[in-house]
């Protein structure tokens, strides 16, 4: 596993596997079936409804729990209640978490934000992360936050490289972390020729070439699967190094084009939309 160095020290491995998606019955299989195969980071969210069978699968493996790098998400609808994050903990059954973001830039995310410095300076919070703040919500982040943050999850893959918010994470050492970085199963991107080309030379497949080149990008990846063959070849990445040249070819992808897009009105309607925590044993 190759590891990166945060902005504030904190060691995070490059490969993850995320659970969105995921029952948590699947949750608890695959993360499970992850860590076995070498796997030292898992994502979750509130909103995946998943945060208990994540928790069990960590558990379940065996692996110690200092070796294991766990993200999840607070969602907006938790950004007003001071004990957000001591709830995500139990749900867990954690008592600290690596890494913990806001999930979107919607309702009273300046209070989140808060919640999240302070659980950062009582430690419960190792590192603070944003997900989808992009444009003017990353710059009115960056103008009033005590603590940058340290990573910014957000859509990324070869069509939308994230030009853009990369000249504004880069100087400030904000590591993207990318989502869905294989496309979320559109083949068309896992059918470009150039990963085919490349799969040949390196005696990989187009998906291990495309995970690869989000590290050698400088992001941490996250690629989803409940399949444990998929889940194995997902990590089996660092043995080859693309060149100048290949990295310029697949530069050659990029669309500047995203598969989500995000309406003013969803962002107001996740501000009031709770996750169902109880429903199920999750
Ligand atoms: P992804 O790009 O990882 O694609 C997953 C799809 O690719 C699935 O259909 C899977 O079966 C397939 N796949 C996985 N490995 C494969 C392989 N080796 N060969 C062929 N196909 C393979 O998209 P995703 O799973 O939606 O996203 C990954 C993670 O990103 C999520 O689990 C979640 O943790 C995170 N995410 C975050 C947000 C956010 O708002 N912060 C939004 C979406 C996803």
Partial sequence: MEYTTLNNGLKMPTVGLGV????????????????????RLIDTANAYVNERGTGRGIKN????????FVSSKLWPSEYENENAVGETLERLGLESIDLLFLHQPAGNW?????????????GKVKAIGISNFEGKYLDELLEICEVIPQVMQVECH????????????????IKIMSWYP???GDKNLVN???FAKLAEKYHKTPAQIILHWH????FIVIPGSRNPEHIRENI?????????DEMAEIAKLDKNERYYHRSEKELAQYATWKPEYEAAAN
């Fill in 61 to 68: 493996s065996g692996i110690n729990r200092e070796d294991v």
């Fill in 192 to 194: 470009e020729p150039v």
């Fill in 182 to 184: 294989l496309g979320h």
């Fill in 110 to 122: 300046r209070a989140g934000y808060k919640l999240l410095e302070e659980a950062y300076k009582d």
């Fill in 236 to 244: 089996d990445i660092f043995d080859f190094v693309l060149t100048d």
């Fill in 20 to 39: 969105f998606t995921f029952s948590p019955e699947d949750a608890e299989q695959a993360v499970e079936v992850a860590l076995h195969s070498g796997y």
């Fill in 158 to 173: 070869p069509y939308f490289p994230q030009a853009e918010s990369r000249q504004i994470t880069e100087p400030k050492d």
């Fill in 215 to 218: 590290v050698q990008m400088g």
